[in-house]
């Protein structure tokens, strides 16, 4: 085989060792997600070398999807990192063996504090197996790596296991993306659910006019006002809308009677209104299912406050 398809199959011998855990997702995936729900204080996650590693990314993983959580590593508890652990919290713990020396040593202080251990292994019949409240078998039938040594499907595994509590959790507590985005404030998701129509929207030198205005004129305002769209007004309320599009169409169709006609004549009545604290994602949903470029943003009272186009969102 040449390198490619060294690696074409690793994948797919990955993918199988993935469909091998199915079975394993028994009444002990159930208490473990029920012991993390019903978890008062924080999820710590342990574990050594490659395991540690895939530890901490299930940590990461779990608060930031509502579950606080941080890694601790073990060899790090026996100087001073101990005192981070209340008799609130849940242990996770994570060894392909389930037999790690300075795993197993940290165990026992566990154990005295009353702290609930879920234990992550290959191994059903492990040490960590045995003294934990529940384990969760991530065995695999072999190593991707041609040796059957280097920890490869086993830690994935053990990564996917990680992935599979956090989801469980996620629909448990009906977690939802304005949720995930108080945990992203610097993500994309998350400036589009906490940025407002009101901290982007366009509130001076609007295309504005009356009802009554020809269309010859109201083209030159909507052309000064740059966003392809003008805004029929009855003293400070909404009365209705015209766009680019209908001009172009009300040219199409009277043709020289064009400029006796008024914006009252084509304009959209009921044009799509947002209040000034909705966020930037619900805006940008509206236009994709109305198939439309802006929004007027208004109170209840049809007050016209700003508006917003596709290119202010794009924040």
Request: negative net charge.
């Amino acid at each position: 085989m040449n390198t490619r398809e060294y690696g074409i199959q690793c994948i797919k011998d990955e993918a199988a060792a993935l469909l091998e855990l199915i079975p394993h997702l028994d009444e002990q995936f159930d208490r473990a997600v029920e012991l993390i729900y019903r978890c008062k204080g924080k999820v710590i996650v342990t574990g050594v070398g490659k395991s540690g590693h895939i530890g901490a990314k299930i940590a990461a993983t779990f608060s930031s999807t509502g579950t606080p959580s941080f890694f601790v590593n073990p060899l790090d508890v026996y100087h001073g990192d101990l005192g981070v652990m209340t008799t609130d919290d849940v242990v996770l713990a994570l060894s392909n063996s389930g037999q790690t020396d300075e795993l197993l040593r940290f165990i026992p202080m566990v154990l005295r504090m009353h702290i609930p251990i879920i234990g992550m292994s290959g191994n059903p019949a492990s040490l960590l197996a045995r003294y934990a409240d529940c384990h969760l078998n991530v065995s695999v039938s072999r190593e991707a790596d041609p040796l059957n040594l280097a920890p490869t499907s086993s830690a994935t595994a053990q990564l996917v296991m990680g992935d599979a509590l956090a989801v469980a959790l996620i629909k448990k507590r009906n977690f939802q993306p304005q949720d995930f985005a108080h945990f992203h404030p610097g993500g994309e998701l998350g400036r589009r659910l906490l940025t407002t129509v009101q901290d982007v929207m366009r509130k001076d030198n609007l295309p504005l006019f009356h009802a009554d205005t020809k269309l010859g004129e109201a083209v030159i305002t909507m052309s000064q006002g740059k966003l392809g769209l003008g805004v029929a007004m009855n003293g400070d309320r909404v009365e209705g809308l015209i766009t680019d599009g209908d001009i172009r169409r009300a040219m199409e169709k009277s043709q020289k009677e064009f400029f006796d006609r008024t914006v009252g004549d084509i304009m959209t009545r009921e044009p799509k209104t947002v209040r000034p604290e909705a966020s930037i994602a619900t805006i940008q949903d509206m236009m994709t299912k109305y198939n439309i470029h802006a929004v007027l943003v208004t109170d209840d009272d049809r007050h016209l406050l700003g508006i917003v186009d596709h290119h202010l969102c794009m924040i």
